[in-house]
């Protein structure tokens, strides 16, 4: 049930260094062009945290149970591993999923 989940939304790349395509916007529905903000030139900077915020939201998640660590891995290099910076042979990060009785 949407109503137990806790959600633990760890670090990932911020809306500071996400560029992308104008393209991309219409794929996140009506709204979804909240989850952008201008870049350089033609590009857009997504928040990609705050869109998945919503979408727990939107499934019914509380908003209280949904946490958030903060940090860019992209321009945070002494901290996060981020494959859009080093590529193929930068690290990994894990992500898991778990249950409590």
Do not use: W
């Amino acid at each position: 049930r949407p109503g137990d989940v806790l959600a633990a939304l760890g670090p990932g790349i911020g809306p500071c260094c996400y560029e992308v395509g104008p393209e991309l916007v219409p794929e996140f529905g009506p709204g979804g062009e909240a989850f952008f903000s201008a870049g350089k030139g033609d590009r857009l900077c997504l928040d990609v945290r705050a869109a998945n915020a919503a979408q727990l939201r939107a499934g019914g998640v509380p908003p209280g149970q949904i946490h958030g660590v903060g940090g860019c891995t992209f321009h945070e290099a002494d901290r996060y591993h981020s494959y859009r910076r080093e590529g193929v042979s930068g690290g990994r990060m894990i992500s898991y999923i778990g249950f409590a009785k």
